[in-house]
């Protein structure tokens, strides 16, 4: 379920990219058509403008009150003032003509104002001449026919380059209509388009931050609710977070937890181990100590008390940083019940069932590494009549009292089992024959020694020097079993060494 959820966290992400790459996209075509469209209105009416403008000071300086004008007068009037302003009219219209043929021109328009500029030529040597002291003697209409210029080719050449300034003007009006066209569709692309695949990967990505914040309050509060006790800790022990479980665990509150390191959690004599163990964790995915491999790790209590503690360790990266996750669990309740499995819950022994597990294990030892190994099974002799006589308490506390004689008498490393009613096993490493012989009648000279009611002991003894990998833990209970029997059949209070001829005469 988590994984399909980044999957899809993954999609979304790849989705929104490709949305924003597209409104980028969108936005930037959109920008480059109304640029363009904006650019190629300011060129082409700048240039039909300044064509027009030139085109209309060219009718100015060539028609009334230009150079034309002035030039008829003088013909007709011989007045020196309208001379100069011929004159001055004709270098206005040449001027207005080279500034046109500096212009974006077709070859229409060039034509066109080459033929102006013939005629305006032909004026120009007509002026001349009537300039002249011999036409001053001619009658006006003389001198009229004259000076007269064919102008008609001028007149068709400015009407060609009016209709030619009305034609650029509609194809860039038609130019512009065809831009804003595209500029329209784009954004109406936009509108209709990427906007709506916009507002869904929004939509999407909403959707997608609220599951992601339910994760999260989901993992906060099975953080806070678990059992066990977890912390989070930097590669230096720093304590980062914890939950609600490692306050009560630790007796410690949360705001003094993480100003603590880990170690401060550790009893004195550990924390050097410790914090090796934690540097060699790091980069590790995931180890866990705890009794069963053979490492018992201890926490420690505000209190000062000793916690036995289960850990599971796991190391985390994140960039260039390392992390430690541990989860903690208190197994005092687990150590208890594991006590209550293994020991009788009278005497505080070793029960039946584990005190054979542990002599097999002392026999699979033993054989392994070829070491000698005694076996003693003690009955408590007149134990029925005094129970019958005294009460179950009185045997209880008989009971008890023989217990606390065994433990006291072995050695920290012999195992102490209740095996039947009044029956007790002893099982001794390393304890060869005679020594387990001088240890078995210690026993029975000192409790008879201690003892009240007449108590006693009767001891079957075994030993094996070399254990045989075919001798099981039933066999070697039978024949201490059989030394048990003939102690008892002469007469109890006293230790019989086991000897094969004892399992014929028990059987």
Request: net charge neutral.
């Amino acid at each position: 379920m988590e994984r399909r959820f980044y999957w899809q966290l993954g999609a979304l992400l790849l989705l929104t990219i490709m949305v924003n790459f597209a409104l980028f996209y969108w936005n930037t075509f959109a920008i480059q058509k109304s640029e363009q469209l904006n650019a190629n209105w300011q060129q082409i009416t700048s240039s039909n403008l300044e064509k027009a403008v030139l085109l209309a000071k060219l009718d100015q300086n060539m028609g009334y009150g230009g150079f034309i004008h002035h030039f008829k007068n003088y013909v007709l009037r011989r007045d020196s003032r309208y001379l100069l302003g011929a004159q001055t009219g004709l270098s206005q219209v040449y001027d207005s003509i080279s500034a046109l043929k500096k212009l974006r021109l077709t070859s229409e328009e060039v034509s066109a104002i080459d033929a102006i500029e013939s005629t305006v030529r032909t004026y120009a040597i007509k002026l001349s001449e009537a300039q002249s002291e011999k036409l001053r003697e001619l009658s006006v209409e003389q001198l009229d026919q004259l000076v007269r210029v064919d102008d008609d080719n001028a007149e068709r050449a400015q009407q060609s380059l009016r209709a030619s300034l009305r034609s650029s003007n509609h194809q860039a009006l038609v130019l512009q209509a065809k831009l804003r066209n595209e500029t329209l569709s784009t954004i109406k692309l936009g509108a209709f388009v990427v906007s709506p695949i916009v507002c869904l990967a929004a939509i999407l990505n909403m959707i997608a931050l609220w599951r992601i914040a339910v994760l999260f309050r989901e993992r906060d509060a099975l953080f806070e609710v678990t059992p066990d006790s977890i912390l989070y800790c930097d590669k230096q022990g720093k304590i980062i977070r914890v939950n609600k479980a490692t306050e009560e665990l630790f007796g410690y509150s949360k705001a003094q937890l993480l100003t603590m390191k880990v170690e401060d959690l550790i009893p004195q004599p550990y924390r050097s181990h410790h914090i090796h163990l934690r540097q060699d964790y790091l980069g590790k995915s995931k180890m866990r100590h705890s009794k069963k491999d053979g490492l018992e790790i201890v926490g420690l209590h505000k209190n000062g008390t000793q916690l036995p503690l289960d850990i599971a360790i796991a190391s985390i990266n994140h960039g260039a940083k390392d992390f430690l996750i541990a989860i903690v669990r208190d197994i005092r309740q687990e150590e208890e019940l594991a006590l209550k499995a293994e020991r009788d819950y009278l005497t505080g022994v070793y029960n039946r069932r584990h005190a054979y597990s542990l002599l097999e294990d002392e026999l699979t030892r033993a054989n392994r590494y070829r070491r000698p190994l005694s076996v003693l099974l003690i009955d408590l002799d007149n134990f029925k009549p005094l129970n019958d006589k005294e009460g179950h308490l009185v045997g209880d506390i008989a009971l008890k009292n023989l217990c606390q004689f065994l433990n006291e008498s072995a050695r920290p490393t012999d195992i102490i089992g209740r095996w039947g009613g009044d029956e007790f096993l002893i099982v001794c490493p390393e304890t060869a024959h005679h020594s387990v012989m001088s240890f078995a009648e210690r026993l029975v000279k000192e409790f008879a020694e201690q003892t009240e009611y007449g108590l006693t002991l009767s001891i079957g003894v075994v030993a094996y020097d070399f254990v045989s990998d075919k001798l099981s833990a039933n066999d070697c209970v039978d024949q201490a079993d059989a030394a048990l029997y003939r102690a008892k059949s002469r007469g109890r209070n006293q230790a019989v060494m086991f000897e094969p001829e004892l399992m014929m005469a028990s059987h």
